[in-house]
């Protein structure tokens, strides 16, 4: 199947700073991709989908300037939380959407970014 | 708005056994996709099996299987010969055909009983 990967698999820092993720589809283009946050024993919240080439179309109550996302490429998205804050810690999920193999229908997920912001 | 439910935050089966994992959901399109997918505690996300509304025929991958009950809006998923690989955390999600997001359930974590 699709395989999907991101970068870090965890991340720890300092209250006020930036980091940024990185999500690739690594067999395949995706032209959509998807960022999600899971809390603990949570299901998933979708925060924003990502379309290659153009703006992300947030979600209600997500806040875009401090979650910018970027799809500079077809198999490329990343995401940067701004002033990084404790409220932030989470664990962040990509996905991405395959439009040929598995059909048209199907979200492959990347292993998830452990944020934990002191 | 479109809603997924599963009624079930745990189950557990004993090994071998077969146990059935309950999932609804509301909507008022004719036609759209259903999926079950699997976090284990690694925590990546699996696509274990999917349906498409249009298919009257219940979607199987191997020891998985669905009951698709449409005019009920239902969309089960059994687990044959359950495996301790199988214990991880379910969720049912919905799709439009021309949407792109999916709408997740709450998860149902199931348990494989030695």
């Known amino acids: 199947g699709a395989v999907v990967s991101q970068h870090p698999s965890w991340v720890i820092c300092k209250s006020g700073t930036s980091v940024k993720i990185e999500c690739r589809s690594l067999?395949?283009?995706?032209?959509?991709m998807f960022w999600y946050r899971q809390f603990p024993k949570q299901s998933l919240m979708l925060m924003a989908t990502?379309?290659?080439?153009?703006?992300?179309?947030?979600e209600q109550g997500v806040e875009k300037d401090k979650f910018l996302i970027n799809h500079a490429s077809l198999t490329l998205s990343t995401l940067t939380v701004t002033s990084a804050h404790p409220e932030d810690s989470s664990f962040y999920i990509c996905?991405?959407?395959?439009?040929?193999?598995?059909?048209?229908?199907?979200?492959?997920f990347g292993p998830g970014t452990r944020l934990t912001v002191l | 708005a479109q809603t997924v439910t599963q009624s079930q935050p745990e189950m557990s089966v004993q090994e071998a056994e077969t146990v059935t994992l309950s999932c609804t959901y509301d909507?008022?399109?004719?036609?759209?996709?259903l999926f079950w997918y699997k976090q284990p505690p690694s925590r990546q996300m699996i696509l274990v099996i999917r349906?498409?509304?249009?298919?009257?025929q219940n979607a199987t991958e191997n020891r998985f299987s669905v009951n698709f009950q449409k005019a009920a809006k239902s969309f089960s998923l059994k687990i044959s010969d359950s495996q301790l690989g199988d214990a991880a955390m379910y969720f049912c999600?919905?799709?439009?055909?021309?949407?792109?997001?999916?709408?997740f359930g709450t998860g149902t974590r199931l348990t494989i009983i030695p």
């Open positions: 909507t008022s399109e004719s036609d759209y996709y």
């Open positions: 996905s991405a959407r395959d439009p040929g193999t598995g059909g048209p229908d199907t979200q492959y």
């Open positions: 349906q498409e509304a249009y298919k009257q």
């Open positions: 067999d395949f283009q995706a032209t959509t």
């Open positions: 990502s379309n290659e080439g153009s703006k992300a179309t947030y």
């Open positions: 999600a919905y799709r439009t055909v021309l949407g792109e997001k999916l709408t």
